[in-house]
């Protein structure tokens, strides 16, 4: 699993981890079922400790995107994928990015274009 981490960003790690890992859901590159790398090896691999991992798959399985077992280690989720509807948090956070857009000066048509560009996105 090739993750692109940017150690310069005010994104923490474990973040970058989290968000790399959804979007291979997203968009088919992790399909359900799919074992991820242990935690030592993703640490390894990506050159960071394996707590920041730990947390990152921690945080993953919170938000049911994966399922861990001490024996088969950290597999993608069957229902990550499944409709569940907008949690609450994505809700907050999809009104601020909204907010923040609207303040910059962007109108609805080049918003809704722009979601309409990154949805397909995963879809490729």
Do not use: H, W
């Not at 968000?19 to 399909?31: F, M, R, S």
């Not at 569940?84 to 809700?91: E, L, N």
């Not at 601020?96 to 722009?114: H, Q, T």
Request: glycine content about 8%.
């Amino acid at each position: 699993m090739l993750l692109q981490l940017d150690f310069s960003s005010d994104v923490p790690i474990y973040l970058q981890i989290r968000n790399q890992i959804v979007l291979g859901i997203a968009n088919g590159k992790l399909a359900p079922g799919e074992r991820l790398p242990t935690i030592r090896t993703l640490a390894d691999e990506a050159g960071v400790n394996m707590m920041t991992v730990s947390k990152a798959y921690q945080l993953l399985k919170q938000e049911g995107y994966i399922s861990t077992d001490r024996r088969s280690g950290a597999v993608v989720s069957e229902t990550a994928g499944a409709k569940q509807g907008i949690p609450s948090a994505m809700r907050d956070s999809l009104r601020l990015i909204v907010s923040e857009a609207k303040l910059r000066g962007v109108s609805y048509e080049e918003f809704a274009a722009l979601c309409r560009t990154l949805y397909s996105e995963t879809e490729e």
